[in-house]
């Protein structure tokens, strides 16, 4: 495991390799209210809210060479035209690369599954306890401070790719197995980001059309099945489940008619497609993924690449104590109503100012598939304007279900028996040994 860089929290300054970070840049720190730095509650380092102040030239040094240190550990070459990866980028390596980003999210939840985790295992059903046949999969809505939301949170420490917390308006469901009581798996809808060209392209957006009528799309932003139930791929069960009669009906039942926190105004927006994006390269749970009559995921192209999840944890605490440290506005930390490019703007900003072209770092070329699925027969037509939404065309959860198992849940398991031999236990062993 890589040392830690940066640290600090509440009450304490920023630490970088062992020193407070505002020393190692050649600034004095004021923690009077008069002062240059106030320490923000929750944000583990200090704000910079007075003037601004120059870091000494050696330790500007020594946070360029840390940088460049770090991308050097995960593989990345600089090439004259920028940081590329070295070798083939396949679904382990991809792996190997949110691997310590991977450890960071264990350990800042360590305590949450030392208090939780044997309780949350219960909820893990025995490879024996499984009948494919007779798998009943219901949908439960997961509502703040509930049991099922303490294990969609620890449900979701298994992804080797870290889940993103969403923004803005969020519907988090579990799948559960009716007849065993035990979790199939999960996925969460949030607002999706606002910058997405293989989206937009497909669409036919203009920049208009897209702040105008963005608010009829949902992004899924965490989908997947646990153990033992993922050796049957129930992961192409639970993402058809997103495109549901129940799910859009929570939609309609939480959003419908409200006002949003942010502009105040009234959401009249019928939600008429979900998209979502693959984790590991080329997606084995959307690619080909149909329900007749039902849900269909089309691929509707790729991202850039680009962004920012290898500047991570402890360099980018560094960055961001870099951006304080000469007064920044960007390290003043996220605000909600910020959305969700914070982090990817505190890490272009902080690589500027110390002379590293920040687009040659951000842009790492791992791409993932961008899939879409339509909720409405006229959703173009929607969501370029032309008309107002017809009734949704959607199956209930159980015809979903049905499908899925007769097509693809029941058949793998009569080919291959491994998923017998999964122990909840393992569950546990499996954090302890990845963290």
Not at 7 to 33: I, K, M, Q, S
Not at 45 to 62: F, H, I, K, N, Y
Not at 354 to 378: C, F, M, W
Not at 404 to 420: M, N, Y
């Amino acid at each position: 495991m890589a040392p830690t860089l940066a640290t600090g929290g509440p009450g304490e300054p920023c630490v970088f390799l062992g020193l407070d970070v505002h020393c190692v840049l050649g600034v004095r720190a004021r923690h009077d209210t008069g002062g240059g730095f106030r320490h923000e509650e929750g944000l583990g380092e200090l704000a910079t809210v007075g003037p601004t102040a120059s870091p000494d030239p050696v330790a500007r040094g020594v946070v360029e060479r840390v940088v460049r240190e770090r991308l050097a550990q995960l593989g990345f070459i600089d090439n004259g035209d920028g940081y590329r990866l070295q070798d083939e980028i396949t679904k382990q390596r991809i792996r190997d690369l949110h691997s310590g980003q991977r450890r960071e999210v264990l350990a800042r939840n360590r305590a949450f599954v030392r208090t939780h985790g044997r309780e949350m295992v219960s909820y893990f059903a025995a490879g024996t306890e499984v009948e494919p046949n007779a798998i009943q999969p219901v949908l439960v809505e997961v509502m703040p401070g509930t049991t099922e939301a303490r294990l969609f949170r620890f449900a979701c420490l298994l992804w080797s790719v870290p889940v993103s917390q969403g923004f803005g308006r969020r519907l988090r469901f579990l799948v559960r197995d009716q007849r065993n009581g035990s979790l199939i798996g999960l996925f969460a809808l949030g607002d999706p980001v606002f910058n997405l060209s293989a989206r937009d392209t497909w669409i036919g957006w203009t920049h208009l059309d897209r702040a105008d009528r963005l608010t009829h799309v949902m992004d899924a932003y965490v989908v997947g099945a646990v153990p033992p139930y993922s050796q049957l791929i129930c992961g192409k069960l639970v993402a058809a489940l997103m495109a549901s009669r129940e799910v859009i009906a929570a939609y309609d039942r939480k959003y419908l008619g409200r006002h949003a926190v942010i502009t105040g105004r009234q959401n009249n927006a019928r939600l008429v497609l979900l998209t979502t994006t693959s984790a590991l390269g080329r997606s084995s749970i959307y690619n080909r993924l149909a329900v007749p009559g039902g849900p269909r995921f089309i691929r509707i192209g790729a991202t850039r690449g680009f962004g920012h999840f290898h500047l991570t944890g402890d360099v980018f605490q560094l960055l961001r104590g870099y951006l304080s440290a000469i007064g920044h506005p960007y390290a003043s930390g996220y605000r909600f109503g910020m959305g969700p490019n914070w982090r990817l703007r505190v890490a272009r900003a902080a690589l500027e100012n110390l002379g590293i072209d920040g687009n040659s770092v951000l842009k790492h070329g791992i791409q993932r598939e961008v899939y879409a699925v339509s909720l409405t027969p006229d959703f173009r037509e929607v969501l370029l304007g032309i008309c107002e939404p017809t009734d949704h065309v959607a199956l209930c959860a159980s015809e979903i279900a049905n499908y899925c198992l007769s097509r693809w849940i029941v058949p793998r398991a009569q080919r291959d028996g491994e998923f017998r031999c999964f122990a909840p236990s393992e569950v546990l062993d499996r954090l302890a040994w990845d963290g």
